[in-house]
């Protein structure tokens, strides 16, 4: 399993790795388990939806660990129907590949 920390030494955090910090901020919010958010990703189909307020949450506890802005308010609006996996490419997109995660604020 990939932790948060794992990511602190690339340079822009791969698909993979930023969906398993994801799914750790996600049990945060919903005060569950990592295994209990995957499996539920499970059981809808390998993605979940998750509700706009829940995604600012995951998104504001990911800036605080990597000390950057990685999403606009407007990225999150309803019409964008927010899923992990949406959420996931949101922030690969928008993260600058020339700036290094932090190491400080990883993990």
């Not at 998750?50 to 990685?70: F, N, T, W």
Request: a negative charge; glycine letters at 6%; charged letters at 25%.
């Amino acid at each position: 399993m990939v932790s948060i920390a794992a990511v602190a030494h690339e340079l822009r955090p791969g698909r993979e790795e930023l969906t398993v910090a994801i799914v750790e901020a996600l049990a945060q919010v919903r005060a569950a388990t990592v295994g209990e958010v995957r499996d539920e990703m499970a059981m809808s189909g390998g993605d979940l939806e998750v509700d706009s307020r829940e995604a600012e949450a995951v998104i504001a506890i990911l800036e605080q660990r990597y000390g950057r802005q990685l999403a606009n308010v407007e990225d999150l609006e309803p019409e964008c129907l927010p899923s992990v996996g949406s959420l996931t490419e949101l922030i690969h997109r928008r993260w600058p590949a020339d700036q290094p995660v932090s190491a400080s604020r990883a993990g």
